[in-house]
DNA sequence: CAGGCATGCCTG
DNA sequence: CAGGCATGCCTG
C-alpha cells in the first residue's frame, strides 16, 4: 500500500496520488474507536431556543446547525496517535441513492461574489474548520473534499481537543446538498494517510436547528411508542471491508452508534451496541 | 436625440451607446397605447389546476407561471407601427426598494452546466423569447437585460400577434429574484429604439401557478369586502416625463390598468380609467 | 393533480 | 425569539 506522509508534502494532496479515507467512491462511514480510543462528543449547550445556531441531539445522535455557525467539536482519544497525525472531515450524502454523489457547496454560495468566500482557499468546500492550519485538498481520484488539520493531544488531564467546524451551505440549497442528507466523517489519519479511527455524524444544517430538532425528536418518540414496536429492520452495511463485534460498554461520551445505514424514521432501536473494525 | 436604427445594427446594441427603454436606472412602467394601440392579452385557458403550467389573473392583472414554460402572450395593435419596430420585454423589480436592482437569474440558473443553458447565447437572461429571431441584450448603461423580436403586425383579421415567453428563474431563487415581485415591461419600439406603446404586467414565476393565484385572489377579494372599502390610496407615478390624461373607454382586450405604481393588496378599483403619454 | 409537508424567513 | 406564513416539492 502506498502512502501519503503529509508532514514532507508541501503540495497539497490534491496533486499527489496515494489511497487516503477520502479516496473511495463509496467511502466508509462505520464509527470505529481504532487504538487510540477516537471519537467525539459535543458540549454542554445553552437551552436550544427555536433558532440556536447549533444544537447535539443525543437521542438522535444528529447535530443540527446553522449555515456558517462555528459549531464545536470534541475528539477524544484514549491514547497518543503518533506524531504527524491528522483530523479529517469530510461529507457524504447518507441516502444509497446519493451516496456516490460528491458533495460541496452549491453554485450560489461557491461564487467568489459570495461574502463568505472572500480570501477563502476552497469557496466550493462544504465543510470548514476554524484553524489557521486547517487545509482544503480534494481527492483526485473520487473527487471529493475534505479539510484536514493536523491532530492536536488532548491537553494534560482533558480528554478531548476541541474543534470548530462551519458548514457553509444549507441543506436545503438548491443544486447543492438539495434536501439530501448527509453525514460528517470525521477520521484519525496517520502522516501517510491511514486510517486509525474514524466517527460519522448526521448532520442537518438549517435555518432553524432547534425547531427541526425538536420536530426529528417527535417523530422518532413516536415511533418508540409501545404500540408501534417491532424489531423488523435489519442491520445493513455497504462496505464488505468490515468485520463486527459486540461492545458491552461504550466507552466514550459519544456512543458509538450502530452500523445502520440509513437510520432514518424507520430505524428501530438496537438492543446491543455494534461497533465496527476495518479490516486491517 | 440620439437613436439607434438596429435594422441596421449587426453588432449587439450591447456595443452601442444609445438611450432606449432599457437604458433607464428607474425604467418607466405605466401602461401606455400609443397611437398604435399597443396592449396585450391572454387567450382562454384550460381550467387552471394548481399546478397549471400558466394562468393569467383578470382581477389581479397578474400572470402566474411555472419556470421555463413558454407562455403565449397576444401583442395588439390597433394601427400598424413603422417598418422595423421591435417588441421588446424587460423585467423590474416591482417594489421600490429593489427598482433600481437588475433582474437576472440567480448563480444556480445562469451556470453553463444548466441544461436550460446548452447553447443559448443569454445563460443569466430571466426572459427568453421562443423566437428565432429573439436577440438578447445588455444596455451599457444601466446594465439591464432585455429580450428583443421584430415586430410582426397581426395576420389579416386578427388584432393581435402572439409571441412565446419563458421565465427562466423562480421568483424565490436565492440570490436571483429573492422572492422580490417583478413586472416585465412590454415596449413597441421603431427601428431607432424610440418608445412608441408600453405594456407592463406584474408576473409570479413559481411552482404552483393556480394555487398562488387562488391565494392572491382571495386576498384581494378580502380587502375588498364591504366592511374594508376605502378610496384612500392615491395614484402615484415616479416618472416625471409623462402627462396624463383621461379615457373614457378601454379600445383593447387589457384593459390598461391606472398608472399606479404597486398595484399590492392596498390598491383600490379605481373609477375611471387613466393612460399615460410619454412626453414626445 | 390535490393535499399537505418541509423549510427559509418575516412579523409581532 | 416563537408563531406562523411562503413556497418548492413529495405522496397518495
Ligand atoms: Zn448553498
Ligand atoms: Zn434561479
Known sequence: MVHTD????????????????????????????????????????EKPTKSTAWTYSEMKDKLYVNMGTACPVRFHTTHPPPPGSVLRAMAVFTKPEYVKDVVKRCLNH?????????????????????????????DSNSERQSVIVPFENPQVGMS????????????????GLNRRPIKIVFTLENKCGLCMGRQSLEVRICA????????????????????????????????NEICQEFVTVAPAPK??????????????????????HDKT
Open 160 to 175: 478531548y481537543t476541541t474543534y470548530l467546524f462551519k458548514f457553509m451551505c444549507l441543506g436545503s440549497c438548491v443544486g
Open 6 to 45: 503529509y508532514s514532507k508534502v508541501s503540495l497539497p494532496p490534491v496533486l499527489t496520488h496515494q489511497p487516503t479515507p477520502a479516496s473511495c467512491t463509496l467511502p466508509a462511514t462505520n464509527n470505529w474507536l481504532g487504538q487510540y480510543g477516537f471519537c467525539i462528543s459535543f458540549g454542554p449547550q
Open 255 to 276: 456512543k458509538p452508534k450502530s452500523n445502520n445505514e440509513d437510520d432514518e424514521i424507520f430505524t428501530i432501536k438496537v438492543i446491543m451496541k455494534i461497533t465496527m
Open 110 to 138: 461557491s461564487s467568489p461574489s459570495d461574502v463568505t468566500n472572500e480570501n477563502h482557499p476552497a469557496p466550493d468546500h462544504l465543510i470548514r474548520c476554524e484553524s489557521p492550519q486547517a487545509y482544503y485538498v480534494m
Open 208 to 239: 432553524c436547528p432547534g425547531r427541526d430538532r425538536r420536530t426529528d425528536e417527535k417523530h422518532f418518540e413516536r415511533q418508540h411508542e409501545p404500540h408501534s414496536q417491532g424489531l423488523g429492520e435489519a442491520v445493513k452495511r455497504t462496505s
